[in-house]
């Protein structure tokens, strides 16, 4: 190397230490040393020698901060380990059911030590290191797969592009969310504004859009933040807990949210999770609760996970906006498994613009202990997504005319008498021949959840059932077109296209069969554990409850269901007839079957010259694909044909990846040839 080249080198190198250091000590710990002027100046020095000497630009260099390359498309990222969501509480009280979950699942008493985290309003994100540097980082998609944004991860500023000091593991994955503060999320709107552009709703869709751009400039502009909340896997770092690992985040040169905070006990939790409900209007980000996590990081391992959230975390959410109106009615309904849930039919009220008029009242002791009564003016909740719910009752506004709510005695469908278990908080309907449980079974058996056929949703079920054309599931493979061409609402597409779905769900895993039938305790997570332990229905039906129990990840209850299940004749006869009619299987994990697209939701828009809509759209199931044919929160891709309509515009507020009909092409072609 001449020695020019050599001196440039060491100026480089110099540059990038003391940018970075600046970088460090102003964004991360808001503290900064030198002038705004000052850093401008070392850094406009930096892309000037960069620029005159490309070959020496290094994946740690601060000017990858300002962005640059442009991408056609995002490409996939596998999880090494899923991104998981979370089980969401609403109460103090559903705060310390979490505390008895825990305890029953450990068999110990003893109090836990937990870290509570402000549950932020972003976007998760994952960033791979390896020796150090960052060399990849992705969003979470749907918790398997999701896009390569390094780029755009690469231009935020509290992401260190190399972790700080000398110890740092060969290999890390780092988990956090990505997000707007309210005053950047305010500048934003106003630039926008200015520039007529459309303005993002919120926050978090402004960060959403700003971390899927395809030119990573754009995202260098937008102010995003971000806080680290956890590591893909514990073993990675040397340290027994979520505070350590947070701890040793903040000297690798994250900025660590100072709101974590540990507390002794469940009752410290709850504390604090008032305390950050009060201060959340304070802060300059949006929370939308409290994330409480045990903190020793060998507890988690023992609590492990189910399929979609870790036992070992729960989301605390705010309460979300209330209303008072008047309890009209109370009506039960009869679940799957004959659980009786009271419903309380409610004047119309508007809750955070949606009207409500109907909320759960989950039990008989839940109404007992809220005290209500008919006529009352109570007060409701929408907490999240979930059902509103009744909080409790205005006594101060009662007149006498109230009155008590009454438990049936009987089952409100087939009046069959109720039974409660004692220690069950759940009255049920006993009979498996009750009209409603059997349909509700039948709902659940073709659900998503289920069996997934299309075009068997929960309407057409009832009317097929109240027809007494489905009575059980093998009914259900007997349909003929014919069958339903009277019925009101089918057509003779719609209902070939049902008839095909039924066909084709003959061809099925075991596993999801087994979540289809709806035993109880027996969910998507133990049907794969029993489809791998049997691998053949033939198999299971011959098990006992001890060969159940040798299944790791099936207890007591599970077996004990299992085995009462299969022994019943009644369901033999039923799996005989499934069989009969040529229900099969095969394996789960060996199908080799490519999905590219799986978890991307596509809407088509507008006229596509190359394809006609359906082979459009064949080709995205094809792939592994959904498509859907109205805008919602969970559409991922919008593709745009010839005069695309007011979907594109709303879809570009959403912040969804918009396909021209030659993107749409290229990623069909790209991953058909992958
Ligand atoms: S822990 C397995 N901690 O909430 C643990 N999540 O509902 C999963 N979130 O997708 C995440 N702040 O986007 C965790 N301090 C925090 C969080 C947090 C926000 C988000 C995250 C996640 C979602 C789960």
Sequence with gaps: MSENLTAVKKRL???????????????VLDDPLISDGEYDRLFRELLDLEEKFPRLITPDSPS??????????????????????????FSDGEIRDFEGRLKRYLQRDDDNDYVAEPKLDGLAIEIVYENGFLTQGSTRGDGKIGEDVTSNIRTINTIPLRLRGSNV??????????FLTIEGFRKLNERRADAGEVLFANPRNAAAGSLRQLDS????????????YGISDPSLLD??????????????????????????DINEVVDYFHVLQKQRHDLDYEIDGMVVKVNSFPLQKRLGSKARSPRWALACKFLASQATTRLLDVEFNVGRTGAITPVAILEPVSLEGVTVSRATLHNEDEIKRKGLRLGDR??????????????????DLRNGSEEEIRMPSVCPECGHKLLRKPGEAILRCPNIDCPAQRLRSLIHFTSKAGMDIEGLGKKALKQLFDAKLVNDIPDIYQLKQSDLLPLEGWADKSAENAILAISKSR????????????????????????EKQFKTLDRLM?????????VEGIGGQGAASLRQYFADPAVRTMLGQLLEIGLHFTPSDSSGRQEPLAGKIFLFTGRLSGFSRNEAKDRVKELGGQVVSSLSKKVTHLVAGEKPGNKLKKARDMALVILDEEEFKRLIEDNYSA
């Design 13 to 27: 190198e110099e540059l990038r230490e003391q940018i970075n250091q600046h970088n460090y000590r102003y964004y």
């Design 64 to 89: 990858v901060r300002v962005g640059g390359q442009t991408l056609a498309g995002f490409v996939q990222v596998v999880h090494r380990f899923p991104m998981l969501s979370l089980e969401n509480a």
């Design 542 to 550: 011959q098990a006992g409850e001890d060969d159940f129990l040798d």
């Design 378 to 395: 109570v007060l409701v909740q929408r907490a999240g997504d979930v059902i509103p719910e009744v909080i409790q009752p205005i006594i």
């Design 507 to 530: 061809k099925t895993t075991l596993s999801r069969f087994l979540s289809a039938l709806g035993i109880r305790f027996i969910g998507e997570v133990t049907a794969a554990l029993l």
């Design 169 to 178: 593991p060969d290999y890390l994955e780092v988990r956090g969310e990505v």
């Design 217 to 228: 400039k754009i995202t260098a502009q937008r102010p995003l933040q971000f806080f680290p």
């Design 239 to 264: 340290c027994g807990s979520q505070l350590e690992a947070l701890s040793i985040l903040g000297r690798f040169g994250f900025k660590i949210n100072p709101l974590v905070h540990l507390c002794k």
